[in-house]
């Protein structure tokens, strides 16, 4: 496993890390990992190097975060990395389905929200303590990012950061951040197939120490091959936004795809990691794991041997709707 910087922070964390949500919820094709099973995936990750655990309260209500603070209940501190987030009031109201709860962003309920996180994680401290999908009346709030800055100060979190969602998008939201809050990280969905609004995250996020964390590496599975057009979504799997227009797309753009990951002699899986690993400013990848397997498959591709060049370019071109019809499409 490979490290990296998560930006002005200093934190070294691996550039694959786990992405704690499924261990917490079935919204994942309805896959259902119980407690026990859940630990043992926490700790194979950690035994294969993995040492940053992303996660928030309001995944379970909170579950997600005690089945961390269980695995790791005697681990030496310093070896592991909690990320959490913090935003949706789990406290105040029942969730429905994937309908989103109620958000509160005030200082108090940050404070309240903090402490009950770190109970949970049986901690002192939260590493990363994050923003969840704020909007952007959020990020004007110069007395919440006060408030950020003094528990930062206090020690009861290392670094701040925002988390950008739910939907793809929010670039105005992300570019405020970085310049305007001393944020640590950015969050938000980039693959090959989606790379709005990540792309133009870049050079802001270099000019400010600014470490991206990326989710949905896969594009909901597309990318893994475990998504084609006869793919049938559960309701309750929460890609079923998807749409068969998109599946689409998405496939006739892996055939333009293939050459390039057959020339390295990978799959179209290990390309679409080490794509975003040929990044520098991306920190870390948090693929969406249901089993031991799948966190074995994606700890190995943090390798260093990424993308040439000019091949991150043309993947980049790609992304282009008119490179897509002139091009893919003929």
Not at 309 to 315: I, K, R, S
């Amino acid at each position: 496993m490979k490290y990296r910087r998560l930006g002005k922070s200093g934190i070294m964390v691996s550039e694959i890390g786990f992405g704690a949500w499924t261990i917490a919820l079935d919204w994942w094709g309805g896959k259902k990992i119980n407690d026990e099973e859940a630990i043992r995936m926490l700790k194979r990750a950690f035994d294969l190097g993995i040492n940053f655990f992303e996660t928030s309260d309001v995944y379970g209500k909170g579950r997600s975060e005690k089945l961390i603070g269980e695995a790791f209940k005697g681990v030496n501190r310093d070896e592991v990395i909690y990320s959490t987030k913090w935003g949706y009031d789990i406290y105040g109201a029942e969730q429905i389905g994937h309908n989103e709860l109620p958000q509160r962003h005030d200082p108090s309920f940050m404070n309240y929200a903090l402490q009950e996180s770190t109970n949970r994680l049986q901690t002192d401290f939260v590493d990363v303590y994050s923003l969840h999908n704020p909007k952007m009346n959020v990020i004007q709030d110069d007395t919440l990012f006060e408030t950020l800055n003094r528990t930062r100060k206090d020690g009861k979190i290392r670094s701040y950061g925002v988390a950008l969602g739910p939907a793809i998008g929010w670039k105005e939201e992300g570019i405020l951040s970085m310049e305007k809050r001393d944020v640590t990280c950015l969050q938000s969905v980039y693959n090959l197939l989606e790379q709005d609004p990540v792309k133009d995250f870049f050079q802001l996020a270099e000019a400010n120490d600014i470490g991206l964390m990326v989710r949905v590496p896969d594009a909901s599975g597309v990318l893994t091959g475990k998504v084609n057009m006869d793919t049938v979504f559960d309701k309750n799997d929460h890609r079923s936004t998807r749409k068969k227009e998109w599946i689409a797309q998405a496939l006739h753009k892996i055939e333009y795809i293939k050459p390039i990951a057959d020339s390295y002699g990978w799959t179209i899986t290990e390309l679409a990691i080490k794509f975003i690993l040929s990044r520098n400013r991306i920190a870390t990848v948090l693929p969406t794991v249901v089993n031991l397997e799948e966190i074995e498959l994606f700890t190995n591709m943090s390798d260093e041997k990424y993308l040439r060049q000019t091949d991150l370019e043309a993947l980049s071109q790609m992304y282009d709707k008119d490179f897509y019809t002139t091009t893919i499409r003929k």
